[in-house]
Structure formats: structure tokens, C-alpha cells
């Protein structure tokens, strides 16, 4: 188990912006970052990462949290897992407690797999490098297709031995459970029970998460044995999902960001070529057709990709239908194909990073020009294909969301298949419609099948607000960003005058504003009715209490993890563009660039006022109609009622016409 110590280390070392720079492409706004949502589908960037409080918050998805909680989220770690990941990436030494052999039988099933995993694809490259039939077979089969022993060890590449269980043998005997052995694919335990190696005789190509992490396996085998796949991929597992990975994306995802277009190629050696030739920005779909998982996953990145296409016609069509995907994503996507005979891998060794570059800007088209210049040649003369080839390519256009982009495709597939922009307008047009019609008959379809529970709009038709919730969430607010900050406050104290009477007077004092958040709520004999707020008042309260400093990471680091969510949330809230007509619901707390006692003084008033009026109303519903009942008592409670919210109204400056309608 690791050291509170190192945690420690680690919280203060790691920074947010940082780590999650490495997977999503962050511009700056203000003192903040924003990207698009590593959790959600979206053209507009809703995600925010603040260096200063060294949080995040996905106003897409709900999720928010600290660094730790970034990673676990995205990454699906364990807690553990994200702080070895931090300390590794800061190099940050793990001290560890050893643990108990319950501690060790708690280790769920995704840990084991990655530590199986890790395992693999360690033992794979010592085999290539250290066993004589690894260096004879597989490092020279690496060394013909030309990579280096840098890029090798690079990519991690390694070698499978021949034997039918070779590696199981290994593993078992080094105190790996068959059972997770089975679950990563890497064995196959037959009817017997004997362990059978899945990547036998093969070279082996680990595929790693943007983290990193590995995640499974593709071997290629390199005897001609015709009835075994030339390629074999690990099974689809709780790790490894073919359609949601990239071969190449951890170690082109900076290159990527930084050069703002991705090169996507279909093979692991296409991959591997381009890197070691300099052109990192490359990434594999692995041979499987392109998914909108894949494409996501490189528009956190960038919005734009190049895809490069083998020189054979029958691929480049049978490709075709992942340029329309990648259109649906709002991405610009441009295609270059190779020379006849030719794949990215085998131009990439015959020329420098120079020549290769030059051909690939040369070369590129934009998916217009490309679907007119392979398919022209088969419509010719013909007017019947050049019509049917006209209507796909105007399908492509109506793929993207944006309208000007729509609209300058447009204008260039009119000039290039010479057709009139009208007719081509005309027909976009239909399709889009028939679109939206299909997609409003689908959300009825799902609308019959849920119940939609709609909120009541007040008369001035902004969305009804829970003004309490309100009040609370500025209260929990307060105590985040300003609790342990020292201010003078005004205490209203009672006196006898000289002539024996009673009066108020006012006496300035300095008080912690947690200490003044608390007493006046203790004063009121009021405790917050949201019971998710009234957990965290309380939690943060005793922080306070035991600790002089307050840190957020610190701080989130104790809570569990329905109080951290909502108090990142909070902390957040100020980069959140939507914003409440605060004044039309009666609900006017000063900006925060007023004195901070003053803020505090008028929120906590608000909270009274709010509060006084419910009584209020509640005191009408018991005054009777009746001619001969006797509501003097209650209109009597009602006026001293009345006459605490004109104390507030006067304290805040603020008018009482609503209390009086």
C-alpha cells in the first residue's frame, strides 16, 4: 500500500493542466483551459481546467474533480493505479507498507488484467532481444522491415516463442492466476484445462491507451501456414475494445496536438515507419473499418485528419465510408493516396522525413476533389453514374453540422462536376430534411418509451428555480473559496440606554468567515435542507476546525466521492457561462469583488429573508374566511414576521413589493 507521504508528494507535485494536456488539447481562456469533453460528444468545448484550484469540470457530462479523479474517470484507474501513474510521470520514488494477504485478495479484476497485461508485454520483448529463437525469428523480421533497435524498444515490440505454452508456462509459474490469463485473451485453457498461448510463433505488437497502459495484443505470424490469420488480435476483453483504440496514440498524441493534424494509416508497421522517419502525428485504425469512437478519440486532439490510403482502387473505395464518419464528427478531413504498389510503410522507406512531408502536402485532397477524381473515371460518359457519384458527394456535405462549411463544399463540387449550385442546394436540402424527420421520429419513439418529467416555467419564463438550493449552494461557495480568510464583520448587539430602554447598536469584529457562517446559522437555529449541502457544511466546517491551511486538493482528497463531485462542481461554477436572472427571482447576492463580509453578511440575510417568507406563507394558509373566526393572533405573529423582512429589506437595500402583492 502506498505512504500517506508520498500521496502527499505527489498531490503537491502534479499539476492538473498538465496531466490532462496529455489527453485532451487545451487553449488557454483567461486563467483557465477549456477542450472539448473526453466523456461526451461535442463540437463546442465545454471543459474546463483550472490551474488555480487545480480542479476540472466537464459542464457536458457532470464530472469534475481533482487530478486523481481526472485520471480514474478517463483513464479508469483504480485510486492506486493514479497516483503510481503521477509518480512515475513526475518521478516521484513509491514508498510502499507492505500488504495484507486480504489487502492483496481485494485487487479487482482490471488491476489484475493490466498487471497481466504489463507482464505480457515485458516477457514478449525479452523473448525478442534475449532468446535465441526471439533474436533469430522476430529481431529479424523487425531489422528486414528496416526499424531500428531504438524504435523497437520504442513500440515494445517482442516476440512469442513457438512452443504451445511457452509464455502461459512462464506466467503461471511466476504467480499470475489462469483465470486472468484466460480474461486478457493471452491464453486459451482448453477442455483438459491445459494452458494454450494464443500469439504462438508470432511477432508482437502491444497496443497501448493514450495513458500508455497496455491494453492488448496483435501478433503477426511469419510462417506461411495458410489456415492461420496472418494477423491476430487480442480478444475483445474489460481491457481491450477493438473499436475504441488507436494503434500509435501514446506516442502521437502530443505530436498530434501540437502539430494540429493526425495522419491516420491502417496498419501497426504503417504507424511504426512514419514515426521512425519523424512523423509522429500518425496513428492505425489497426486494419478494422474506422468507428466514431476512434475519430473522438482523435478529436480531443485535433480537429483535423489526413487519411492516408494504400495505392489499390478496391481499398481506397471500400474506405470511403469513413470520411462521412469523420464528417459527422465536425472534423476536416483531407485523403492522400500513394502510388500504385504503395502503402505508407514501404514509402516511407524509401524516402527522408523531407520528401515524405513534401508528398503528403502535395498530395492531399480534400475529401471532394478525392471522391470526384476515384470515381469520375468510372461515371466517364455516362450520366446515370456521374448522377448517382454527384448525390454521394453531396451525402458527404450533408454529414457536416456546420452550415458555412455545407455552403463552401458546395460552391466547390458545382465547380468541380459542373452543376449548378441550385440543384445541388435543392438536393442537400432534401437530405437534410429527411434527416431531421428521421431523427424526430426517432426521439419520439424514445420520448413514448420514457417519462418526461417537465419543470414549471414562472411568469417571466425563465426555468423555475429552487431559490433555497440556491442560497445553500452560495453558502457551501463561500466556505470553499473564503472560509478561512479573516474579515471585520458587524455584529448587531443590544444595549440600555439612559433612559432605560433598549436599542441596538453595532460593534465591529473580526471573525474567520467560516466562524461567521456558522455562528449565524447556529443564532437562527437553521441547518441547510439540502441534505447533500448539509453534508458537506458540516465536513467542511470540521476541516476548518483541525486544519490552519486549507488546500482544495487536500481537502478533496478526504471527502468521498459524492461530496467531491458537488463541491468541484461549486468551486467551478464561475467558468460556467449559463447564467440565472439572480434579481427577477429575488435573489441578489453581491459579486464577489465586493468585501468579502459584506458578501457573506448579505448571503446569509438573503438565506433569513428567504426563509421568514415561507413562514409567512404558511401563516396565510391558516388565516380563516370565516366571518366569526379569530385570526388576530395569527395576523398578529404574521406583522412581526413582516417586520423582520423590512429589517433585511433596509440592511439590504431592497424592496418588499413582492411581499405586499
Partial sequence: MITQSTIDTVFETARVEEVIGDFVHLKRAGSNFKGLSPFSNERSPSFMVSPVKQIWKDFSSG?????????????????????????????????????????????DLRESLFLVSEYANQYFQKTLFESEEGKSIGLTYFKERGFTTETIKKFGLGYSPQAWDAFSKVAVANGYKTEFLEASGL??????QSLLDRFRGRVMFPIQSMS??????????????????????????ELYHKSKVLYGIFHAKQAIAKLNNCYLVEGYTDVIQFHQNGIENTVASSGTALTPDQIRLINRLTKNITVLFDGDAAGLRASLRGIDLILEEGMNVRVCSFPDGEDPDSFAKKYNFEEITNYLESNSKDFIQFKASLLME?????????????????????????????????????????????????????????????????????????????????????????????????????????????????DTLLRTNAEGEVEEYTEKRNYKVFERVYLSLQEDEVELANPLFRAIFNNIINYYRQSENFSTEQYLMQLPQELA?????????????????????????????????????ETILTLRWFLVDKIIEELKKDISSEPEADNSETLSLAMDYYKLIGSFSSKLGRVMSRYHS
Fill in 63 to 107: 464530472k469534475g474533480g481533482n487530478v486523481v479523479a481526472f485520471l480514474m474517470e478517463h483513464e479508469h484507474f483504480t485510486y492506486p493505479e493514479a497516483i503510481r501513474y503521477l509518480a512515475k510521470k513526475y518521478n516521484i520514488e513509491i514508498e510502499e507498507v507492505v500488504q495484507s494477504d486480504e489487502q492483496k485478495a481485494t485487487v
Fill in 187 to 192: 491464453t486459451i485453457v482448453k477442455e483438459d
Fill in 212 to 237: 500508455g497502459r497496455t491494453l492488448g495484443f496483435g501478433g503477426r505470424i511469419l510462417t506461411n501456414d495458410k489456415k492461420a490469420a496472418k494477423y491476430l488480435n487480442s480478444p475483445e476483453s
Fill in 378 to 490: 468510372d461515371a466517364k460518359n455516362d450520366p446515370i453514374k456521374k448522377a448517382d457519384l454527384i448525390r454521394e458527394i453531396v451525402v458527404s456535405i450533408s454529414k457536416i453540422p456546420d452550415r458555412i462549411q455545407r455552403e463552401i463544399y458546395i460552391q466547390e463540387c458545382s465547380r468541380i462536376m459542373d452543376i449548378s449550385e441550385q440543384v445541388l442546394v435543392s438536393t442537400l436540402a432534401q437530405l437534410i430534411q429527411k434527416d431531421i424527420a428521421d431523427a424526430g421520429k426517432k426521439q419520439k419513439q424514445e420520448q413514448k418509451s420514457l417519462e418526461v418529467v417537465k419543470e414549471e416555467t414562472v411568469s417571466n419564463g425563465n426555468q423555475k428555480i429552487d431559490v433555497q438550493y440556491e442560497i445553500e449552494r452560495k453558502i457551501i461557495e463561500i466556505l470553499l473559496l473564503y472560509g478561512n480568510t479573516e474579515d471585520e464583520f458587524e
Fill in 565 to 601: 463531485q458537488e463541491v468541484t462542481d461549486v468551486l467551478m461554477e464561475d467558468e460556467k457561462v449559463v447564467l440565472h436572472n439572480w434579481e427577477a427571482q429575488n435573489i441578489i447576492v453581491k459579486e464577489k469583488t465586493h468585501s468579502i463580509a459584506q458578501y457573506v453578511t
